[in-house]
């Protein structure tokens, strides 16, 4: 009887749902409530409900720019990273700041500049890969020749070259960690400046490979577990480097694919809940190896960006711009991912009066406004055969003015505002 009894309280306990479960059906219960309020509704009202709300965004992105509140303290060292996340928004939705508050800005990023190369996260702080990155992007994204000519290339060169590890691949800063996160955002800073090399590209690749897990996704660092930011890091990276090919692409795409949930939305890792940041991080991953597939159909034709044919690049050998990889056109193709089910997501779950949010019940900040305007202009392209034509007719949920600017998918800086960099760059002297 003892026996009996005992067996029945493992059977009852094994069939206790877990924490995570309870989480995740809690969560999907709010997600399916949104929804069902959506589809009951007419069909006018729907419109009004999908639609992007433009003016309450810029009011609190702009405002993020003026002031931040004392609770904005404990991100001292990441004020670029505020800066990028702001202003590619602002740019996302097609709109600018005045000259006064971009020329502040610009100011304020050449104070953060070290005398040895490099952003810190403030002025006076010591330089590192995240901030340098946040800080170029912000700066090619603001454009003009004050903003452009403001970046030392020749310093963050030497501050790469530094950053640079015996792995392979890079350290966040002098003595700081080595992962996926620092190779992409060096080798991602030194392509958009035109100054990759082989001597930063070597390497590289080899230590990207050892993070890709059984999965199929990119960890940090080997040994860890597969993750949407460090996926997208590693696939961008690989791209640029033109390497790709060295990545088990199908096993990658495999567990990319089945990250988008039940809500529409992606989660980062497995069994995890899912999160609006994501919409990027594995969209933007999602719209990579779409256009590798396009390049491999066939598309030599294709219209890249600097106009150069890449083909007779030997692997390994870094590239002028993106690779092989199509931008400004590629053969249309199926997107890999729901693209309407993530912009539902998007605009329904995320968005709110003046930002955009994690999910239901967690609050709005500029990181995850950044990362899903992002997400929803990779959803919204995500069909067009050119990247800075219109959304072809049932690609955009919503009204038409929800449509956002296109971005180049390896950097996320809007399409325009890349092009006029790379054109800058492209005209700067050898180091």
């Known amino acids: ?3 009996s009894s ?13 924490a995570s479960q309870k989480e995740q059906w809690a969560l999907e219960s709010q997600v399916f409530h949104i929804y069902q309020l959506l589809y009951n509704i007419p069909p006018n009202s729907q419109a009004a409900m999908l639609e992007l709300q433009r003016d309450s965004h810029m009011e609190y992105l702009v405002k993020g720019l003026r002031h931040l509140g004392p609770s904005f303290s404990v991100l001292d060292a990441n004020r670029p990273w505020i800066c990028y996340w702001i202003f590619h928004s602002i740019a996302l939705l097609g709109e600018s700041v005045d000259i006064a508050l971009e020329n502040n800005v610009i100011d304020f990023l050449s104070r953060c500049q070290d005398q040895h190369g490099g952003y810190g996260g403030g ?29 030392n290339r020749a310093r963050i060169y030497s501050f790469l ?29 030194a392509s958009v400046l035109n100054v990759l090399d082989e001597e930063l590209v070597q390497g590289v690749g080899n230590y990207i490979v050892s993070c890709q897990t059984y ?6 660092e080997p040994g860890s577990e597969a993750h949407g930011g460090y996926t997208f890091c590693g696939l961008a990276t690989m791209i640029i480097i033109n390497e790709v090919n060295r990545l088990n692409l199908a ?41 590798l597939h396009a390049a491999a159909a066939g598309s030599a034709s294709s219209e890249v960006s600097d106009d150069e044919d890449s083909s007779d690049r030997e692997e390994g050998q870094p590239s002028d711009d993106e690779s092989s990889i199509p931008i400004r056109r590629h053969t249309e193709t199926e997107p890999l991912f729901q693209s309407q089910a993530l912009q539902q997501y998007i605009l329904l779950c995320s968005q709110v009066e003046g930002g955009f949010r ?13 990362y899903c305007l992002s997400g929803l202009s990779v959803a919204q392209y995500c069909r067009s055969k050119d990247a800075d ?14 449509l956002v600017e296109p971005v180049n998918p390896l950097y996320n800086i809007v399409l325009d505002q890349y092009d006029e960099a790379h054109d800058f760059f492209s005209k700067a002297p050898t180091l």
């Open 358 to 370: 994690d999910k239901p019940g967690k609050n709005r900040d500029h990181y995850h406004t950044c």
């Open 251 to 291: 096993s990658l795409t495999d567990w990319l694919v089945f990250r988008q949930g039940v809500e529409g939305g992606f989660q980062g890792r497995t069994n995890k809940l899912v999160d609006g940041c994501y919409s990027f991080w594995q969209g933007g991953a999602a719209a990579l190896i779409q256009r």
């Open 389 to 402: 034509s219109a959304p072809l007719p049932g690609s955009l949920l919503g009204p038409y003015s929800n």
């Open 1 to 3: 009887m003892e026996s």
């Open 123 to 151: 002025p006076g702080q010591m330089p590192h890969l995240a901030t340098t990155y946040a800080a170029v992007n912000t700066l090619i994204t603001i454009g003009g020749q004050n903003s452009l000519a403001s970046i």
């Open 161 to 189: 070259r530094r950053m640079k590890h015996t792995s392979g691949g890079f350290s966040m800063h002098e003595g700081g960690e080595v992962d996926v996160r620092a190779c992409y955002t060096a080798i991602s800073v």
């Open 215 to 220: 999965e199929g996704g990119i960890a940090g």
């Open 6 to 18: 005992s067996a029945a309280a493992v059977v009852a306990a094994e069939r206790e749902p877990t």
